[in-house]
């Protein structure tokens, strides 16, 4: 069973920056897309960022030019660096990933953005 681990979510001031990470228990190699959604109270989860084997991303209008999706295949470890934070940024971050057709998602991690 693959698991995802989320961490380095906190509070940030506005205009802060923040790099949230997922752990993935096997590699991730072969894992597309890998991608971050989040969800913000009262609101749908939505697609922030996504991250193909090949190494093309795509990003939300939202978060274009502030936000930038990685992944490191040695370490097993996808990441989303986030920059210029604004308070609409605030949500629980989570992982995701699809492996043979089966989508695999972490517990989330909650990032808040806030003076």
């Known amino acids: 069973q693959v698991q995802l681990v989320e961490s380095g979510g906190g509070w940030v001031q506005p205009g802060g920056s923040l790099r949230v990470s997922c752990s993935v228990s096997?590699?991730?190699?072969?894992?597309?897309?890998m991608d971050w959604y989040r969800q913000a109270p009262g609101k749908q989860r939505e697609l922030v960022a996504g991250?193909?084997?090949?190494?093309?991303?795509n990003y939300a209008d939202s978060v274009k030019g502030r936000f930038t999706i990685s992944r490191d295949n040695a370490k097993n470890t996808l990441y989303l660096q986030m920059n210029s934070l604004i308070p609409e940024d605030t949500a629980v971050y989570y992982c995701?990933?699809?492996?043979?057709?089966?989508?695999?998602w972490g517990q989330g991690t909650q990032v808040t953005v806030s003076s």
């Open positions: 096997g590699s991730i190699t072969s894992m597309s897309p």
């Open positions: 991250i193909r084997s090949g190494g093309i991303t």
């Open positions: 995701h990933a699809r492996w043979f057709g089966v989508n695999h």
